[in-house]
């Protein structure tokens, strides 16, 4: 068996790690295998590690036969037999394996290790897409901050002319109200063309508001978060609560595992966030063609909560974080849009701003988060990862 100190170091690791002794049993696994399989360490201990990386299926894709089965087993067999004999490790890229539970897309490398005079095998698997996610996940952060800042210098710029133009109407109308003119240019057309005067500045000063106040949503609040213990049901259950009453006609599945720990973050954030996301499955189901839809279609919108094992978010791998999961029965989100929809102004919607999921954004980014969305129709599914712990951070300069 490894020595403790060699057990802390893979306990650790971002990958799955496997020690299986030389006749292929598992002797010990660490967290993130467990998580990977979906499995418990008590059910990998003991299972001959061949059952585990035999292939799923052949190279057409087809179920193996018994014949291709025997096959597979034997070469990966003798894999194993000239990594021991020869103490040289190999490496299997893109493979489809059994699993425990289901198949799974992986690459996976043996390494022989000779101790105390016996040979063991450590063994490290990591999901074929893992590296990809990552890659993805960063690579969006990175353009979302870029076009956040974009926005903000524009709404910087954009602000003190609005300030101007309001004040300029509000004159116009003081002056329009005040002005005495002479009694012989007195008369119904000019006191229509002082109301209308009047109506039109007012028109400025809406629309001026209704832009300041557009503004102030893309420059983002200054404000630090509140952070404090909480459960992640308390959030849910406000705005579900609200939910049921905006909108009577979705059908609301709860799926919570109640024996999560509190994390640490902002309550009223959280709020914001869930129901942005709320909000929009809602008005996405019932603003779909009823003509395109089955006679009984019953708008559902579905909330779970569980924890997640050895996740990564960004460069920071995390031992648990919470996952909240929001899915509806929608037609699901343009395929030409969904890769955009985080960033500010992106919009499917006629009457959206392009702001609610770009703040979504924003605040998990703050909770040092992460967030996913998978859409086809008839599911469209947003992930929420939340780490139980985060450093306060101070807000951006904002103004």
């Known amino acids: 068996m490894t020595p403790s100190n060699t057990l802390l170091l893979l306990q650790n690791l971002y990958t799955g790690v496997l020690w299986v002794a030389d006749d292929l049993t598992i002797e010990w696994v660490n967290g993130q295998i467990e998580q990977l399989l979906s499995v418990s360490k008590t059910r990998l201990i003991g299972l001959n590690v061949l059952q585990l990386l035999m292939p799923s299926a052949n190279e057409s894709g087809a179920e193996l036969s018994v014949a291709e089965l025997a096959e597979a087993q034997d070469k990966l067999r003798t894999q194993f037999h000239n990594a021991c004999d020869y103490r040289q490790p190999f490496i299997e890229y893109s493979r489809h394996i059994r699993g425990v539970i289901y198949p799974l ?47 903000r210098s524009v709404a910087h710029e954009v602000k003190n002319p609005l300030a101007g133009i309001r004040g300029a109407a509000q004159l116009l109308i003081k002056q329009t109200q005040h002005t005495k003119l002479p009694s012989d240019q007195l008369g119904e057309m000019t006191q229509v063309d002082a109301k209308k005067l009047t109506t039109y500045a007012n028109i400025v000063i809406s629309e001026t508001d209704r832009l300041t106040q557009l503004i102030e949503q893309l420059l983002g609040s200054n404000q630090l978060p509140d952070l404090q213990q909480i459960n992640i049901h308390e959030p849910l259950e406000h705005v579900l609560l609200l939910t049921q009453t905006q909108y009577p006609k979705v059908s609301i599945h709860r799926d919570y595992d109640l024996s999560l720990p509190e994390l640490t973050a902002d309550k009223n954030q959280l709020i914001q966030v869930f129901l942005n996301l709320v909000n929009n499955a809602c008005e996405a189901m019932l603003e779909q063609d009823t003509s395109l839809l089955a006679a009984d279609y019953q708008p559902q919108l579905k909330v779970t909560t569980r924890i997640e094992h050895q996740y990564t978010i960004g460069t920071v791998h995390h031992r648990q974080v919470i996952k909240v999961s929001i899915e509806d029965n929608g037609a699901g989100i343009d395929s030409d849009l969904i890769g955009r929809i985080f960033f500010p102004l992106v919009t499917g919607r006629a009457n959206g701003t392009g702001l609610g999921l770009a703040l979504v954004q924003e605040i998990l980014h703050s909770h040092e988060g992460a967030i996913e969305v998978h859409s086809q129709p008839g599911d469209t599914q947003f992930n929420i990862y939340l780490p139980l712990q985060l450093t306060p951070k101070a807000a951006p300069d904002a103004h």
């Open 105 to 151: 897309y992986v690459h996976y490398s043996v390494t022989p290790i000779e101790q105390e005079d016996r040979v063991y095998f450590l063994i490290e698997i990591w999901q074929g897409d893992r590296q990809s996610r990552l890659d993805k996940e960063q690579r969006l952060q990175e353009q979302h901050d870029v076009s956040r800042e974009m926005l």
